[in-house]
């Protein structure tokens, strides 16, 4: 099992295996939907950029405050309403790198029983700092598998 330490070396380094998966592609790559049913691979970067904000929100609030509620969010709705399409990948992958920039000072400033700090997903119950830092971290190499799989659709090689 990991540390908190490599946990939170780990949340750093997922907006460069992002900016890797997706180098090189052109607009229309991005935009392409190789793969029916799913979505391009500008909407999977766009997911991951607007859930990182979700989960940097629940992250400060279990810091700062006593047992917060989250409530559950929709990913396809975030995606139909958003404007996925129209959202510049240069900015996006910039938003997600000073997100997790801030968030790291914070969370490195932290004592490690502050990981077992905690807040109230009313679906899931209970859930600590540390647990929402592990979703967030595993995220991105989740969805770079499936940017990868539509890359590989469209006949690109796999990032490097």
């Known amino acids: ?37 799913r979505w391009s691979t500008r909407e999977v970067v766009c997911h991951i950029v607007d859930f990182d904000q979700l989960y940097a929100d629940r992250m400060k609030r279990v810091i700062a405050e006593n047992e917060p509620s989250f409530s559950p969010s929709e990913p396809d709705a975030f995606a139909a309403h958003l404007a996925y399409s129209k959202r510049d990948l240069t900015k996006e992958l910039e938003l997600l790198t ?42 991105i190499p989740h969805h770079v598998s499936f940017i990868e799989e539509k890359k590989a659709a469209l006949g690109l090689h796999p990032a490097k």
């Open 98 to 139: 000073l997100l997790r920039e801030q968030m790291a000072v914070i969370l490195e400033s932290l004592p490690d029983e502050a990981f077992q700090r905690v807040g109230r997903h009313v679906v899931r119950g209970l859930v600590t700092l540390q647990e929402l830092l592990q979703a967030i971290t595993d995220h």
């Open 1 to 37: 099992m990991s540390t908190i330490r490599d946990l939170i070396e780990r949340y750093k380094q997922g907006p460069e295996l992002l900016r890797q998966a997706v180098a090189g592609m052109t607009p229309e790559q991005l935009d392409a939907r190789p793969i029916p049913g």
